[in-house]
T-cell receptor, first 118, second 110 residues
Framework: DAGVIQSPRHEVTEMGQEVTLRCKPI?????LFWYRQTMMRGLELLIY????????DSGMPEDRFSAKMPNASFSTLKIQPSEPRDSAVYFC????????????????FGPGTRLTVL | QKEVEQNSGPLSVPEGAIASLNCTYS??????FFWYRQYSGKSPELIMS????GDKEDGRFTAQLNKASQYVSLLIRDSQPSDSATYLC??????????FGTGTRLLVSP
């Protein structure tokens, strides 16, 4: 079974450009999470969806960031316009509530997208 | 105060020794606790989850939880060089939302 798929794996862009990161969760998972990881701040939750509906976007840093989940197998995180301080690794993760882990089950992470904004 | 705190390390142990990784959290209502391992340049992967006070063992790994002290730990017995990685503690702060610590870097020397 394929894991969480993210694209692109690496993205280098110039300040002011629009950046779109893509994620395909594990089939059957009903939760999808977007995280950002930096050396300074560690792993931060940006937004998460349940059954394609955004539940909590309190971690989205600014209006420049937006995320969508048009269907159960696809999500995007868009940054417009991008800034150098957005440089980080962006992870997508998915989970299923069908497990035995109480209110939060195992989150499976994708390989990440390393974003560099020049 | 950060919600989940870990010593950044590095924690250096010789091969075959026990590595002890610690984590404290601030939200007393937290119910679920996780340890993720992250190799350099890779994504986090779950190695242990624990939901009740006490110990939970899985192979060479033991997770310990003390909710009264708001403390979670991970013990790695017979540490191997392949265990060298950053270990992230994660706590369920509200429904389906995990808060991660900044991680402890573990170095196991041959």
């Amino acid at each position: 079974d394929a894991g969480v798929i993210q694209s692109p794996r690496h993205e280098v862009t110039e300040m002011g450009q629009e950046v779109t990161l893509r994620c395909k969760p594990i089939s059957g998972h009903d939760y999808l999470f977007w995280y950002r990881q930096t050396m300074m701040r560690g792993l931060e939750l940006l937004i998460y969806f349940n059954n394609n509906v955004p539940i909590d976007d309190s971690g989205m840093p600014e209006d420049r960031f937006s995320a969508k989940m048009p269907n159960a197998s696809f999500s995007t995180l868009k940054i417009q316009p991008s800034e150098p301080r957005d440089s980080a690794v962006y992870f997508c993760a998915s989970s299923s509530t069908g497990g035995a882990g109480g209110s939060t089950d195992t989150q499976y992470f994708g390989p990440g997208t390393r974003l560099t904004v020049l | 105060q950060k919600e989940v705190e870990q010593n950044s390390g590095p924690l250096s142990v010789p091969e075959g020794a026990i590595a002890s990784l610690n984590c404290t959290y601030s939200d007393r209502g937290s119910q679920s606790f996780f340890w993720y391992r992250q190799y350099s340049g890779k994504s986090p992967e779950l190695i242990m989850s624990i939901y009740s006070n006490g110990d939970k063992e899985d192979g060479r790994f033991t997770a310990q939880l003390n909710k009264a002290s708001q403390y979670v730990s991970l013990l790695i017995r017979d540490s191997q060089p392949s265990d060298s990685a950053t270990y992230l503690c994660a706590v369920n702060s509200s429904f389906q939302k995990l808060v991660f610590g900044t991680g402890t870097r573990l170095l196991v020397s041959p």
